[in-house]
């Protein structure tokens, strides 16, 4: 069965500092892995994905995450937090199980952003 | 302009009284799928679809019906909606990958339904 964790339900940073916010997740089947990002009142983005090639995946405005299969994380970075990167992150795993597709989200990590 | 529609935005209804909330997408895309959001929940997954005619449960299908008749289309079916449906849906299409594991998701606005 495939689940995830995403560890801070709420992470607060200053503008300007650096941004992490982790995710692990289990599946017993190669997994495709994504980030998406909710800004209030609105639908969700994709910020970046990792289907089986590089490990280190860049995304849109300046995020990063690297695919670690031995620690089973796929934390999201950036290097210097912006205002406008306040918003709901959601970390997103998905693999065929058996004969079906399957596709999980973990519960959400809220960033604020603080001048 | 590449895009996932939902009507309405917005429903407020009454316990028991059918409806449907429509979705449509111009991409082309096999895949589709409905999930509901609620806090401290994230998005879970309601019914999907990765064709034609081909729908399947995602964690959450009671008391829900989808179906799939045209590519484009996949709307979403209370037939009695209760008040635990309460919730915000979004229906997202999205590429299947070669070895059929969807790729890449496009969400559309959501829905805020309200049953009373």
């Known amino acids: 069965a495939q689940s995830v964790t995403q560890l801070d339900s709420h992470v607060s940073v200053s503008e300007g500092t650096p941004v992490l916010l982790r995710c692990n997740y289990s599946s017993s089947y190669s997994p495709s892995l994504f980030w998406y990002v909710q800004h209030p009142n609105k639908g969700l983005q994709l910020l970046l994905k990792?289907?089986?090639?590089?490990?280190l995946v860049k995304g849109i405005n300046g995020f990063e995450a690297e695919f670690k299969k031995s620690e089973t994380s796929f934390h999201l970075t950036k290097p210097s937090a912006h205002m406008s990167d306040a918003a709901e992150y959601f970390c997103v795993v998905s693999a065929i199980e058996t004969s079906y597709d399957k596709v999980i989200f973990g519960p959400g990590t809220s960033l604020s952003v603080i001048p | 302009e590449a895009q996932v529609t939902q009507n309405p935005r917005y429903l407020i209804t009454v316990t028991g009284k059918k409806l449907t909330v429509t979705c449509s997408q111009n991409m082309n895309h096999e895949y589709m799928s409905w999930y509901r959001q609620d806090p401290g929940l994230g998005l879970r997954q309601i019914y999907y679809?990765?064709?034609?005619?081909?729908?399947d449960k995602g964690d959450v299908p009671e008391g829900y019906k989808v179906s799939r008749k045209e590519k484009r289309n996949f709307p979403l079916i209370l037939e009695s909606p209760s008040p635990n449906q309460t919730s915000l849906y979004f229906c997202?299409?999205?590429?299947?990958?070669?070895?059929?594991?969807?790729?890449?998701?496009?969400f559309g606005p959501g829905t805020r339904l309200t049953v009373l």
């Open positions: 997202a299409s999205g590429i299947l990958s070669i070895g059929g594991s969807y790729n890449e998701q496009f």
């Open positions: 990792y289907t089986s090639a590089a490990t």
């Open positions: 679809s990765m064709n034609v005619e081909v729908t």
